[in-house]
């Protein structure tokens, strides 16, 4: 099932999400501009390495649980993050307001890359990517907009579109990761092909978000609160 939009209009314009975005490209396209062995060399240093982490407590070490949240491995990698961002993070951001809503972003990211950290504290490979925060965003959509629909693709013979509530959606999501995540765990993840995700990241960066979400106050506008629904 592929995420076409959600059904929930939102009455700002969510500038920080799109800011966000432009961000992610750009850095993209630096680090590809880098060339191959550059780029690589970029991404061990500013992306969230467990080891390190645990092994040295600088302000340096500590910053890549942000910065990692900026890059991203490739463009599939970066479009499917980024496309999830565009569907959920701009209703989140009208109920959270600018400023709390990036406060509230680089949170979850960061708790999800210490999930992440915690759980493989050997590993020398380099956390990276934005799915974490973004996790955080879809467990607040979840719980702040339960009645709305997620327009989906569902290419089963025909592309179907299909409006699938927004709890079963993101609900089945979260299942999936949950799953992936048990297996890791289990060490069958080289075997069923799951290796090389941040699936507990994911897991830890939804939950974030739903307790973020209940604790952080509301944009003051009472009006931004539910959105507009639309067809």
């Not at 060339?35 to 040295?56: I, K, N, R």
């Not at 600018?98 to 972003?105: C, D, E, H, R, W």
């Not at 299909?162 to 709890?167: E, Q």
Request: hydrophobic letters at 50%; one cysteine or more; aromatic letters at 10%.
């Amino acid at each position: 099932m592929i995420p076409i939009r959600d059904t929930i209009r939102p009455r700002h314009t969510p500038l920080v999400n799109y800011a966000l975005i432009l961000t992610n490209v750009i850095l993209l396209i630096h680090v590809q501009r880098l060339g191959a062995s550059a780029g690589e060399a970029y991404l061990l240093e500013h992306g969230a390495v467990p080891v390190q982490l645990l092994s040295a407590s600088g302000p340096r070490e500590a910053f890549t649980l942000i910065s990692s949240l900026f890059l991203h491995g490739g463009w599939l990698h970066l479009l499917s993050n980024m496309w999830a961002l565009w569907i959920f993070g701009d209703n989140v951001e009208d109920r959270l307001g600018p400023v709390g809503y990036l406060f509230f972003y680089l949170a979850c990211g960061a708790i999800a890359n210490l999930v992440h950290v915690h759980l493989n504290p050997a590993s020398d490979l380099p956390v990276v990517g934005a799915s974490g925060a973004i996790a955080g965003v879809m467990g607040a959509y979840l719980l702040t907009f339960p009645r709305a629909r997620v327009i989906t693709l569902v290419p089963i013979g025909f592309l179907w579109l299909i409006r699938v509530p927004a709890v079963l959606y993101l609900g089945g999501w979260l299942l999936l990761q949950l799953f992936s995540g048990i297996q890791t765990l289990t060490g069958e993840a080289a075997q069923s092909g799951l290796g090389g995700v941040a699936w507990w990241a994911h897991v830890g960066g939804f939950l974030a978000g739903m307790l973020l979400i209940r604790v952080m106050p509301r944009r003051r506008s009472g009006s931004a609160l539910r959105g507009i629904e639309r067809g």
